[in-house]
């Protein structure tokens, strides 16, 4: 497959180099689990899943081994169904992946949509990326996807880190203001590849 439709909406090395830099910053003090912040963490989950709708506004870098692509993201998630629009910061053009439980379709990237059963499978089939999409709508958050998952807090109790089906989810910064309290810096990694979120504005959808 031709990698031309990936650099119409991708920006690549420096530009990628630059957002890094941009989203990199210091992590708080990291505190072992135990009961009392793992029912601290249990008590946030349950309150962050009592609004199930909601939307959020950043920018986002992605690179693995054979490409790297950075934009401004607007992301919006009705339940399980979500909207995920990545512009390329140069070009301005947009693509958009959007569906629900067994089916995603991929817009903006060729001239017409294309379709898989999921989004992260779409992700790799077209451009390349891993990014786990479904547990990513949670960690965003800062809660644990289904399943296993190991765990580091910061002083003040909220979550520093998750070891998560493969993957490092660091979280460098939190917006303060927010009930419950949600990310604004969020870092995942897994071998090779890597997914850097900043959030500008959390609202609703």
């Known amino acids: 497959m031709s990698r031309t439709p990936r650099s119409s909406v991708c920006v690549r090395a420096l530009g990628f180099v ?15 689990a135990d009961r009392t912040r793992m029912q601290g963490l249990e008590l946030r989950e349950r309150k962050v899943l009592a609004t199930p709708d909601w939307s959020l506004q950043g ?9 790297s692509g950075s ?5 919006t998630q009705g339940g399980t169904a979500y909207r995920f629009a990545l512009s390329a910061p140069v070009s301005g053009k947009t693509w958009t992946l959007s569906g629900d439980t067994g089916r995603a379709e991929l817009t903006g990237l060729h001239e017409q949509a294309v379709v898989g059963t999921s989004a992260s499978e779409l992700l790799v089939r077209e451009l390349g990326w891993q990014v786990p999409v479904t547990q990513l709508s949670y960690w965003v958050r800062g809660i644990r996807a289904p399943g296993h998952a190991e765990v580091v807090f910061r002083e003040d109790g909220l979550p520093a880190e998750f070891r998560q089906d493969g993957w490092l989810i660091e979280f460098r910064d939190y917006e303060p203001s927010g009930d419950p309290i949600l990310p604004r810096k969020i870092f995942a990694e897994r071998g090779d590849y890597r997914v850097r979120l900043v959030v500008r504005h959390w609202g609703s959808s």
């Open 18 to 32: 630059a957002i890094c830099l941009f989203l990199s910053s210091c992590a708080a003090p990291r505190m072992r």
């Open 71 to 75: 934009g401004s993201l607007v992301w």
């Open 59 to 67: 920018r986002m870098a992605i690179s693995g081994p054979e490409d």
